[in-house]
């Protein structure tokens, strides 16, 4: 009798490149194996625990799969069958979108492009950030072909530190000039794995560090376990942080890695990218004139936090 953990490789495997929950993979495995799994059932008063419980081992199980079998560091976590390489994986992402789940339909994916929108609309909903798409087709070419490569981060934002400060307070730390601004960064992934992680984080690097806040974005992380691992070991050395982006519902992305908060803003590296590109001046001058007046430009930033309109 197969095991538990040849069951799902065979259920995998016979479902290529698409995504299943554990729960999924365990409600097949239950239907498929009513005669075995009857006694089990016998300890529970529904079939759905016994699902619950065959979807528990079958996470507590998941190092020992096949190597050809991924998982997602999305929450549930989602299993699939790839013999692509990495290289390919990433490649066919950045042109369809990621893999499928078994309800969506071929052409449903979201190309880097179409993701800064989404990116900004997270930002301003669960984070409360003014954020702006800075287009990197607008920069001086007075350097050559490539002289500005990896140069500017594809999304800025702006913190208001003092949104719900008294008054009173605000007037104060005006006054000692105190920082009511933070300054975030932002570079966008379709997706990450082993082979295009170094690249990805270093560019992020470059065009980001320079921020108190410094994050890499990415709707899909194939291979999650060594990216994890390599991401936290980056992150220690340069402060980096990665976000997972569910660009079908915002309200599920999250920060997987923190980023280290870096105490004052690299002006000599705003100075390059501003003189380069007239996204980043312009945003630099919004910046000033909000700590300036606390009133800003609506239609200047790609989306404002909701309680913009409340102020």
């Not at 560091?73 to 699939?80: K, T, W």
């Not at 800025?156 to 601004?181: N, P």
């Not at 002006?267 to 001046?281: G, I, Q, V």
Request: charged content about 30%.
């Amino acid at each position: 009798m197969p095991s538990l953990i040849q069951k799902v490789e065979a259920f995998l495997q016979g479902h290529p490149e698409q995504r299943f929950t554990a729960k999924n993979i365990a409600k097949y495995i239950v239907e498929s194996s009513q005669e075995e799994y009857k006694k089990k059932a016998e300890q529970y008063k529904q079939t759905s625990d016994v699902v619950q419980q065959v979807a528990a081992e079958i996470g507590s199980s998941r190092k020992r799969l096949h190597e050809l079998i991924r998982s997602t560091e999305s929450r549930p976590r989602e299993y699939y069958w790839s013999d692509k390489s990495d290289e390919v994986l990433v490649d066919e992402a950045e042109v369809n979108g990621p893999i499928l789940s078994p309800n969506e339909s071929k052409g449903t994916g979201s190309k880097e492009s179409e993701l800064y929108t989404p990116v900004c609309e997270y930002l301003a909903d669960e984070h409360s950030l003014y954020s702006k798409r800075i287009d990197e087709k607008k920069s001086s070419k007075k350097k050559g072909e490539g002289g500005n490569h990896w140069l500017h981060p594809d999304v800025v934002a702006m913190e208001d530190l003092t949104h719900r400060w008294d008054k009173r307070v605000k007037d104060c730390v005006d006054a000692c000039k105190g920082k009511t601004v933070r300054l975030w960064s932002f570079e966008v992934k379709v997706a990450i794995s082993r082979s295009n992680i170094r690249d990805c984080y270093f560019q992020t690097v470059a065009n980001s560090a320079w921020a108190n806040f410094a994050y890499l974005v990415t709707v899909d992380i194939i291979g999650h376990e060594d990216i994890m691992e390599e991401v936290r070991l980056l992150n220690g050395l340069h402060g980096i942080g990665l976000i997972r982006l569910n660009s079908k519902d915002l309200a599920e992305s999250e920060i997987l890695i923190y980023a280290r908060e870096r105490l004052e803003v690299d002006w000599t590296t705003c100075n390059r990218f501003a003189l380069e590109n007239p996204d980043f001046m312009a945003f630099l001058q919004h910046v000033s004139g909000y700590v300036k007046t606390k009133i800003s430009d609506k239609s200047f930033w790609t989306k404002t936090p909701q309680h913009y309109d409340q102020d």
